[in-house]
């Protein structure tokens, strides 16, 4: 096969058609009764950059609405698309447990095989990366979750 069978066809329909790129304004979250957090994480070395933005119940501490955007490569478009997706309807602390691995294993067509060649796999690190820095900022940490990850590409 070619390259172009390396990927499945979850990334290839997310990177297409992401349906969680965008933004949410702090008069949404406001209605929704929820904090907005906006957290930025990227790759010095290479330059892309993603942000997440989360409304985050002021109640439940429950992920009500996220969405993302990115200055990443496709793969990295659809690992931000499926991350965003599994934050949703978590709390924070759990959204902290999500993994890359369960973000790769989530955009797999089947069980054994790979979404993305491995060359690809940090694009969706760089994805997970953000969940941390965003939920660095809603505990207040100044610094701290990401010190020890400096991220190379
Ligand atoms: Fe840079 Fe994927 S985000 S190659
Ligand atoms: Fe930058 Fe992959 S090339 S995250």
Request: glycine share 6%.
């Amino acid at each position: 096969g070619s390259l172009w069978d390396n990927y499945s066809n979850k990334v290839a329909d997310r990177m297409d058609h992401p349906k969680y790129l965008g933004e949410i304004s702090e008069k949404e979250a406001e209605s929704m009764n929820a904090r907005l957090v906006i957290a930025d994480w990227g790759a010095e070395s290479c330059g892309d950059a993603v942000r997440m933005y989360w409304a985050v119940d002021k109640d439940s501490e429950i992920i009500v609405k996220a969405t993302f955007k990115s200055f990443g490569c496709g793969t990295a478009i659809a690992s931000s698309d499926m991350m965003v997706e599994l934050c949703l309807g978590k709390t924070v602390d759990e959204a902290l447990q999500i993994t890359n691995i369960d973000v790769e294993a989530s955009l797999r067509d089947e069980p054994g095989i790979p979404a993305v060649p491995p060359q690809k796999m940090h694009c969706s690190v760089m994805a997970y990366d953000v969940i941390k820095q965003a939920a660095a900022i809603y505990k207040g940490v100044e610094k701290g979750i990401l010190d020890d990850d400096e991220m190379v590409c």
